[in-house]
């Protein structure tokens, strides 16, 4: 594909300055470009580069300027950026049909606009809504309900009575629905709770590779409109995640926790159960948090606290050797004072 830097420029509703007729065929980061391609800078340092590349044209963000290259100016060079990138990069195409080898329930109601691919398993009374693509090996359970424009990668398997809403993208080997981890001791044995909740994914969601989200002991595990969960990330049963969470890879979420709109966790946070979470909140990297967060604050450390607070004491942890020395010269000079008894 190509297209002219006007072209681009009104994909984009940005200011165009330069050679509107040039053609650009690939979009390319400053250090790779070739003449054609496209890229972008979202500051001053990222533009010296660019202007330096091969590219022929540039994004930018900034009141630049260029004798050399054509400048698409935009509110912002790194949304531009992921909008752009479709157009040169467009996701591939799938026929609306039904694969061969799949095997789908007479009872399933599969939409004729759908693809179901190689060796699909489609259980009794499903729903696959227009325009889904199960691209292969992926299994759903009786009584799921997938709404519009679904992705799932190959092997993707969804457990029965799970609920997916609209355009929402899952990575291959990611399980949605398993049982959650729920026992209790009887008799000097761990006794299985059965797991007899669902699953309900809402619009807009995106799920990484190799994620488990556990369904619900009772009622339903539930991800919010927006949400977008990295790789390797375990989500305990009948947690409540809200709207345009982000959860990075290898977090763990336990049981009955709950977060509001806007959280955002590091990688390899965990959460401890049945906790409270507001908007708004951050939690950085490799935290353990073990106690309800108030809406807006920023937590982080084992275990986790204010950052204010944790930061604080990571810097009287800094000072500690010095701390010491000066304690130790204050007894020998004290001993040294004190007359013998």
Partial sequence: MEYTAAEIARQLQGQLLGDATILLRNFAPADQAEPGDLTFAENSDYFTRAERSKASAIIVDAPFESKDKVLIQVPNARVAFAKILGLFFPEPDFPQTIHGTAIVSPSAKVDPTAHVGPYCVIGDNAIVGPRCILQGANHIGPNCRLGEEVNLFPNVVVYPCTAIGNRVRIHSGTVIGSDGFGYVQDNGIHRKVPQIGSVQINDDVEIGANVAIDRGALGPTVIGKGCKIDNLVQIGHNVMIGEHCLVISQAGIAGSTRLGNY???????????????????????????????????????????????????????????ELLRRVAQLERTLKEQLPES
């Fill in 263 to 321: 959280v955002v966790l590091g990688g390899q946070v965990g959460l401890a159960g049945h906790l409270n979470l507001g908007n708004n909140v951050s939690v950085a990297a490799q935290s353990g948090v073990m106690h309800n967060i108030p809406d807006g604050e920023k937590w982080f450390g084992y275990p986790a606290q204010p950052d204010r607070q944790t930061k604080r004491q990571m810097i009287a942890l800094q000072q500690l050797p």
